[in-house]
Structures are given as C-alpha cells and as structure tokens.
C-alpha cells in the first residue's frame, strides 16, 4: 500500500510538473532579433527594423495578444508583417480587427484558417458587405500582389502571396510589377511557396503555418506520419541560392490548444550596412538576442490548455429555423444574407428580378474559379421527413453553364466517395433543379445518407472560366 501511495504521489507531481511546463510554453513569447546580412537589403533597409508575427489564431484579446501589442509598442518596428492564420477555427473575426487597430505600417497576406469561417474572411480587408476595400487600413493587404516600400534609391518590393494550402498563391501575378533592380521579401503563409520563391528570385521569404511543430516531439515525426510537405520547412532559417526563408512559430495554437518545448515567437529582423561587415551578395544571418516574455498566470488561460474540443471557447452562432412548409432559403429576410460564405470577389445580393416566392431573390456574382460557389452556414439538419429538394435557378445569359449541388450527411467529412454530388446543366432562362432525396446517396461506397443528419450544402460552377451572375430562389424541402 505504502509503494502505492508512492507511485500515485510520483505520478501526481509529474503531472503537476508536466501542466506548468504545458502553461509556460503556451504563455511565454519568445522575442528574437537578427541581423541579416545582405548587400542587396542592407542597400535598401539599413537602419530599418522589420516585425516578422504569424499564427495569431486568435479567439480574443487575451494576454497573448497583449503582450504581443506590448513588444511591438516597445520595438517600434518600421514595419510590421503579419503571415496569416489570424483567426481560430471557425472562430469570430471581431477579436483580429480590434488586435489590428492597434497596428501601424503593418502589411498582411490571407492563411488557410482565414478562410474556415467562410461567412467573414472579406471583413479583414473589405468594407462590411462591400466589394470595396476599406478606405483607412491599418494592416494592408497582398492578395497576390506588391507594393513598393521605402524613398528614393532605398526601395524594396513587398510582396504577398494569397494562402499556398488552399492553392489560392499565384507568385507570377504578385511579382507583375516589380522593380527587378530592387530587393522583394516575400510574405507566404507556408513555407510550400519555397522553391518557386527561389526561381523568381526572391531575396527573403517570410512563412509560418507549421507553429514549429507546437509540441517538440513533433520534429521527430517529419517524414514519417506528418504528411503535410510544409514540415521539409518546420522552423527557422533556410538558404537556398540567393534566397533565404525564415518560417516563424507562431503565436497561436492549432488542433491541440497548447504548447510544449516550442514557445511562440515574434522576430525582428534589422539590415546593417555592408560597408560595416564586410560586402556580402550571399545571406548570412546573425543571431543578436532572446528575450522570454512570460504573460502571466490566469485559470481562464489553464482551463484553455485542455479544451481539446473548444467547449469553453466555441462561438455560438446564429441558428437557421425552417418553417413548417420546409423553405430552408427564400430570401425575403436580410438574417439570410447571414448564412452565405462572403468571400473576396463573390457577391450576393437581393433582388426584385426572377423572383419565383416572395418579392425577392438572391443575385448571385460569382468569380473565375476551380469551385466558386455557395457553402450554406448552418442549414437545418433533418431532412428525412421530405422526398424533394427543390430550387429555382435563373440565368440571364444566352451561355448555358454547369450547376453543381453537394449533399453531406455527418458520416462524409469532407472525402469525395462518401458524399452526394451531382451536376445540372443550367439553360438561359428559370431552370427547376428538383432532387429526389430518395437518390440522395453517396458517390461511391454503397450508402444512402442520413437524411436526419444532413451537415452541408453547398451549390457551385465547377471550372468557372469567368465572372458569372445568376439568380437563385425558394431552396426547399418538399
């Protein structure tokens, strides 16, 4: 008994152990300086002090991000980069724009969980429920594009890359317009974009996405069970030719919501003269200092550590309720506007035209794209009391085109084989797409979905080849 107790006490204080070394790693920011030596950037960014922060993966201001605002009111930094990754999964943009106010002479591009809350990623650069981009910004964005920096002969190109996971970075249309003379960094979200940083000659490419692994066990499983091909890039620096990459770990925390034994980090970089240290066209990079800014002890930030599932932080968002006649969108009401997945360059809009229930409908702009379409934001799930779906499809153009609906039950995820698609062609004029929901099955394994467990519906164009408007109505459950 009495080795019991000893075991179970040893057992206790590891634990214990363990959990302060859980909560220091997860709440200190590591703050690093370097040096980089370049002929090429010091010619332009002598004397400049540059912020480096990705991953935010923000769910609120919390003393993270406080002590992250904090470092950088004390750097001063001349600019600031933000990577991407800004919001939790599915989680509210609210916290980001006001962590964003505080900025200045800050430039971002868009991550991979910018885009998992479908309903609000446009908010980070456009005005609310515009195509146009907000007119004072404090952190402005590179969707693919440059912008020039500095004065005079001391000009570097600033380029920015849209999110390489999703596939959404076209490097060739960022780099357009730059002026090959002068030095470009690179802002991508993942350090994927690497090897075609270097064969359009980049000369500094700053990345995140990997968080350094988040747990440092995570190191050793590279090439083994971790996949994900930006792991070849898990943190710090790498050179290839004349290009070098810095890939950061970040600030936030994503599928576990802790760290350990890889802390988060914001960098600065500064450029010294050349003449100062000997001419260089080749990189070298001098590690100045590590300061550890504990943010201190709070139980809200303990009981974050081991909400493996989000429960405490989940947001709760609107719920759709369906009428008894099982409409599920007629689009009468602005509270419907509130289910559509706003994203840069599509829009949506009620109509008095082609109406076929109510006064209105929803005219819908889409752009060029492999899948540009509508994912509906929480639908009504149970489905198996009807035989019919149903909707009302108008196209003004005289150029019929392909009209896509997909149908998950819970058991599909998000693999192919396991969920119902299906394509119409869409002629000019009201086209009635109906849906037996007896044939509702998936495409590949030998299953009908569960029609009281329906989790996504989405309607798209596959291989849109251009920007495409055309209206759509009464989306119903008969």
Request: glycine share 6%; charged share 25%.
């Amino acid at each position: 008994m009495r080795s019991f107790r000893f075991i179970l006490l040893a057992i206790l204080i590891l634990a214990v152990i363990l959990v302060g070394k859980i909560y220091y790693d997860t709440y200190t920011i590591e703050v690093r300086h370097y040096q980089i030596i370049n002929s090429r950037l010091a010619h332009a960014l002598t004397g400049k002090k540059i912020a480096f922060i990705s991953d935010l993966h923000s769910k609120t201001i919390g003393s993270r991000e406080e002590e992250v605002l904090s470092i950088l009111q004390r750097e001063k930094p001349d600019f600031i980069l933000l990577g991407g990754d800004y919001i939790s999964f599915n989680g509210p943009y609210e916290p980001v724009i006001l962590f964003f106010s505080h900025l200045r002479n800050a430039y971002a591009i868009m991550g991979n969980s910018d885009y998992y809350n479908e309903n609000g990623s446009c908010v980070l650069c456009h005005q609310g429920r515009s195509q146009k981009l907000k007119v004072e910004q404090n952190v402005y964005f590179l969707r693919n594009s440059s912008i020039s920096l500095g004065s005079g002969d001391k000009r570097f190109n600033l380029v920015g890359v849209d999110d390489p996971v999703n596939e959404k970075d076209d490097i060739a249309k960022a780099m357009r317009k730059v002026d090959r003379n002068a030095p470009t960094i690179l802002l991508a979200h993942s350090p994927i974009i690497f090897q075609n940083a270097v064969k359009a000659g980049v000369d500094l490419v700053l990345s995140g996405h990997n968080h350094g692994g988040q747990v440092s066990f995570a190191k050793y499983l590279k090439g083994r069970m971790l996949i994900d091909q930006s792991f070849e890039y898990l943190e710090g620096f790498f050179q290839k030719g004349n290009t070098l990459m810095h890939v950061s770990q970040g600030i936030g925390n994503s599928f576990l919501p802790f760290r350990l034994g890889v802390r988060p980090e914001v960098t600065f970089f500064e450029f010294p003269d050349e003449t100062s240290t000997g001419s260089s066209t080749s990189m070298m990079v001098s590690d100045m200092s590590l300061e550890k800014r504990f943010t201190g002890f709070s139980v809200t930030n303990l009981a974050a550590l081991f909400d493996l599932f989000g429960l405490l932080t989940k947001p709760y968002g609107i719920k759709h309720r369906v009428n008894p006649a099982g409409k599920l969108f007629d689009f009468e009401t602005e509270a419907e506007l509130e289910y559509l997945n706003w994203e840069c360059h599509k829009w949506f809009e009620f109509s008095d035209k082609n109406a076929t229930s109510g006064k209105n409908s929803l005219q819908v702009t889409l752009p060029p794209g492999q899948y540009p379409g509508i994912k509906f934001i929480d639908i009504e799930k149970n489905w198996s009391s009807y035989r019919q779906l149903n909707m009302n499809v108008f196209n003004p153009s005289s150029e019929p085109f392909t009209f896509h609906v997909r149908i998950d039950d819970k058991k599909s995820r998000w693999e192919y084989e396991d969920r119902y698609d299906r394509d119409f062609k869409v002629q000019k004029g009201m086209n009635h797409i109906s849906i037996p929901l007896e044939s509702v099955k998936a495409n590949i394994t030998p299953r009908a979905l569960d029609l009281s467990h329906i989790e996504r519906l989405m309607l798209f164009i596959p291989g849109n080849d251009r920007k495409r408007t055309f209206y759509l109505d009464n989306i119903r459950l008969e």
